[in-house]
């Protein structure tokens, strides 16, 4: 049984000192938040400059939420669609002409259910060259996701009518 009371998260590097952190939120709700297409060079640049290593030929649509871009590697010829998120309490490695379309979600933190105190668990994502995850897809802590595959979400309706999402490579 879950003891909230006992979880202690002390231990989690966020990578960046706590100044850097609130400077990128402020930037991230500027810039990355907005409803309104803010031109990609300027998202890449200012990823850049907080520390993400990102590739040519990038296109960053509205709306995507990026948790801490100094632990983000991005390739050449990527595209990130509306409303992706990206929790990269670890470290995410996008390959080459990689699509991540609509509100797709790549997670790398989770919590160890087995444990009372609800530890937090971080594990890097990786995704190789020429993938496309779907959208609405889930990419979970510790998933490699190998070269020209394609992560997709689907619905399943059981005959008592509850419907259930899963993800499948």
């Known amino acids: 049984m879950l003891n909230l009371s006992k979880f202690n998260n002390a231990s989690f590097d966020r990578g960046a000192p706590d100044w850097k952190e609130v400077l990128w939120w402020g930037c991230r709700s500027l810039l990355f938040a907005p409803w309104f297409p803010i031109p990609s060079p ?58 991540l379309s609509q509100r797709s979600f790549l997670c790398t933190g989770s919590h160890d259910f087995g444990k009372e105190s609800f530890d937090l668990v971080v594990r890097p994502i990786t995704i190789g060259d020429g993938c496309w995850i779907a959208a609405g897809a889930f990419v979970g802590p510790g998933a490699g996701v190998p070269a020209g595959t394609m992560v997709k979400a689907y619905e399943v309706w059981s005959a008592t009518g509850r419907k259930s999402v899963q993800t499948d490579y």
């Open 42 to 99: 300027i998202k890449v640049a200012v990823l850049r400059l907080f520390g993400a290593k990102i590739g040519q030929g990038v296109v960053i649509r509205s709306r995507v939420n990026i948790t801490f871009p100094w632990k983000i590697v991005i390739g050449d010829h990527v595209w990130i669609g509306e409303e992706v998120h990206i929790l990269s309490l670890a470290r995410v490695t996008i390959g080459s002409h990689v699509c």
